[in-house]
């Protein structure tokens, strides 16, 4: 594959009018010299304000300015709402930015980082369509139904649809909604396509993962399709071979281009990177030739692909006057998959496991309208925060009658005040239950600890069943080389184990279980679980419906499910000649004990 840039530039926006001749008439020679000397020292001081400083080398704006023929202006902003911008990487581990000390090169994220606000006690999911869910919700996977596991491109399964979404009730005070990049929250049917879930437009993918310049996946032998959408079609048009980042990138300036920025835009960008496969343009393997390990390497190069490309977003927020009015939050779905490049440490565990390191995630806030810049906030967190907080921002309305689990965290963000969350229920999984050895008497009659759960009450973090994959592994630790130990902490989960207990401010690596030595928290913590659990419905996660295939569908993933049309209304006589069979047919079945079933494929609820 031949070597490709990581994000496009900015298409140039309608020249301004030229002035007309009347506005350069002034009564008198020197007059005329003096106001077109105030109107160059204008311009300087607007460039000089909007460069970006700290953010941009000079000459890589002046490189960009000369490339697009464009002038950076200011933002005219007539409303009091902000434009809300989310960004969010796909299994980012825990170590990899600059600034937690990663040898990947990530400069835009560590002078946006350092310019706003680092959040050091933040919390996602375990793995990508909860941490979606939670975000656009504000509510935990266990009031959502989504529990366990992820959204199967095969089931008929989707986000709930009596959920109101984020950028349902940003729209409802006057937001222009647009998402660009991963959906993964289900579309089995077509009111469960982002469309209809509250976005005017969409560009981007429907499923977890897939090619990032052929835009294919394949569930299964036999089960592949394009994955490509804008708005509710497949994008046939875009299947050239361009690397997802930059295509993203070109989406989102193409959007800001194009809009008024005296108007509230909420951008929702979802990137497919680093999620596997790990692909990346041939030039960004540049700088990381010394890493041994193959699947780190090509990580790496993905992982600084994403940095140019947040660097353009940003720029481009800038030149087409967003930027000065804007926020712009950072995150990671969940956390890195070592297997797949990626790496917590010093964090304990991987992506899917509720281990620290695969819910620990790397985020920061960066706005200029931030009251305490280029600090670190290490209260707690919750990627459900965003929800309340954002609708807060632009000065929206959260139903009373509708129940989240989300907190407004602005004050604690941009002033440094308090959070007012003192917990995170990581999950309840009912159906994940490979803990053989738990057990209600290990849960003090309280909980059955096979059942996998976690839960954070202010400093104190609890784990049931089988949290997943334990070990601390260090970067580049999985070697292509061959089967060697990569480090001396491999732990194996003790026979009988089905209980944790760690203090996370004193012991933030998990090293030290305290579950036999605190019984009395043990037991407070086990109690809040089981209060959690009362307010859960039932887990969503239905069968693989055959209906799902892409050859059935013009070789695309997308909706399937259509609702069966009603048969034309029977005669009278036949009518009574149903009704005598019908009761027939109860009278049996009460006998029986028989009760109604769902329609095949089709998940109840």
């Not at 005329?32 to 460069?51: D, E, I, K, P, Q």
Request: glycine share 10%.
């Amino acid at each position: 594959m031949a070597s490709r840039g990581c994000a496009g530039h900015p298409p140039p926006p309608p020249p301004p009018p030229p002035p007309s001749p009347q506005a350069w008439v002034c009564p008198g020679k020197m007059l005329a010299m003096g106001a077109l000397a105030g109107f160059w020292v204008l311009c300087l001081l607007t460039y000089g304000y909007l460069s970006w400083g700290q953010g941009l080398e000079e000459e890589e704006e002046g490189a960009l300015l000369a490339q697009t023929g464009e002038r950076l202006e200011p933002s005219t902003t007539s409303t009091s709402q902000p434009h809300l911008i989310f960004i969010l990487a796909d299994d980012q581990g825990f170590r990899d930015v600059g600034y937690h000390g990663s040898e990947i090169k990530t400069p835009t994220l560590d002078k946006l980082a350092a310019e706003g606000v680092k959040l050091e006690n933040y919390y996602v999911q375990p793995i990508c369509t909860p941490s979606r869910s939670q975000f656009i919700t504000g509510k935990y996977q266990i009031h959502t139904g989504l529990q366990h596991s992820i959204i199967r491109p095969t089931q008929p399964n989707c986000l709930p649809l009596d959920n109101a979404t984020l950028p349902q009730k940003l729209k409802e005070v006057g937001y222009s909604t647009h998402m660009v990049g991963k959906w993964h929250l289900g579309f089995y049917r077509k009111e469960c396509m982002p469309t209809k879930r509250g976005f005017d437009t969409f560009f981007g993918s429907l499923l977890g993962s897939g090619d990032y310049y052929t835009h294919y996946k394949c569930d299964s032998p036999g089960m592949c399709g394009y994955d490509l959408y804008e708005n509710d079609n497949a994008a046939w048009d875009y299947d050239n071979g361009i690397y997802s980042t930059q295509m993203y990138t070109q989406r989102v300036q193409k959007i800001l281009a194009s809009h008024n920025p005296t108007k509230p835009i909420f951008l929702y960008i979802a990137y497919q990177a680093v999620h596997s496969p790990l692909q990346a343009p041939g030039r960004y393997f540049e700088h990381y030739r010394s890493i041994i390990n193959i699947n780190r390497r090509r990580y790496a190069a993905m992982l600084s692909c994403l940095d140019e490309a947040i660097n353009n977003v940003t720029l481009a927020l800038k030149t087409y006057g967003f930027y000065n009015n804007s926020i712009i939050i950072y995150s990671s779905d969940n956390g890195g998959q070592p297997t797949a490049g990626g790496s917590n440490w010093p964090l304990r565990g991987s992506k899917g496991t509720y281990w620290e390191g695969g819910i620990r995630a790397v985020g920061f806030v960066h706005s200029p309208l931030l009251k305490n810049k280029g600090t670190v906030c290490k209260e707690l967190v919750h990627i459900t925060d965003w929800y309340p907080t954002l609708i807060s921002l632009a000065e929206g309305q959260i139903d009373e009658d509708i129940q989240i689990d989300g907190y407004d965290i602005w004050e604690t963000i941009s002033e440094g005040l308090r959070s007012p969350r003192v917990d995170i229920l990581h999950n309840i999984d009912p159906i994940y239950t490979k803990a053989k050895n738990g057990s209600w008497a290990a849960g003090y009659g309280i909980w059955n600890t096979a059942i996998q759960s976690a839960i954070r009450v202010q400093h104190w973090k609890l784990l049931t069943g089988n949290p997943g994959y334990s070990d601390w592994v260090p970067p580049q630790s999985f070697s292509n080389l061959g089967p060697n130990r990569w480090h001396n902490e491999r732990i194996t989960l003790s026979t009988g184990k089905s209980v944790w207990l760690f203090n996370i401010t004193a012991d933030p690596y998990e090293r030290v279980d305290l579950s036999n030595r605190y019984p009395g928290i043990v037991k407070k913590l086990l109690r809040r679980l089981s209060q959690f659990n009362k307010t859960a419905v039932p887990v969503r996660y239905p069968p693989k419906d055959p209906r799902s295939n892409p050859r059935l569908n013009g070789g695309v993933w997308g909706p399937w499910y259509k609702e069966e049309t009603k048969k034309n209304k029977p005669s009278k006589n036949q009518a009574k000649k149903k009704q005598k069979k019908s009761k027939i047919k109860k009278k049996k079945q009460q006998k029986a004990g028989s009760g109604s079933t769902c329609h095949s494929g089709v998940p109840c609820g």
